[in-house]
């Protein structure tokens, strides 16, 4: 939603909603599917009505504030405090392309934060 992958109507509706929510929304043909309509099932310059419940999302948050690097909370950790410059981190991953090809895992590793 909101990078080209759904209708414009959808990314602005879900903005409207808490989690949890049913609302319906009807669009107009500039917020759907426009002149061209859906191919068989809606004709071109048709109001459309979609009815939808926010079940979650995930936040994403641009880490460097420059769309470089984007962090998803996959699961929430359990302390306030994060590591810090000079500090040694331990960690495990998984590295994977765009469609989910595994590009390498670890089981653990370490760095010193800023070195």
């Known amino acids: ?6 209708i414009r109507g959808l990314s602005l509706a879900v903005l409207t909603m808490q989690r949890g929510e049913l609302a319906r929304f ?3 043909p500039s917020l759907a ?3 061209a309509g859906l191919e ?6 048709s109001f459309v009505c979609f009815e939808i419940e926010l079940l979650s999302w995930v936040v994403r948050e641009h880490v460097f504030g420059d769309k470089t690097a984007i ?4 699961k929430a950790g359990d302390e306030e405090s994060k590591a810090e410059p000079d500090d040694e981190v331990l960690f495990c991953y998984t590295a ?3 469609d989910g090809t595994v590009l390498g895992e670890s089981v653990q590793e370490s760095f ?3 070195s």
């Open 71 to 74: 962090k998803a909370v996959i």
């Open 96 to 98: 994977r392309t765009e």
């Open 33 to 35: 599917y426009g002149q």
């Open 1 to 6: 939603i909101g990078a080209g992958q759904t």
């Open 26 to 28: 009807t669009m107009a």
């Open 112 to 114: 010193i934060v800023g």
């Open 40 to 45: 068989g099932k809606v004709p071109p310059n």
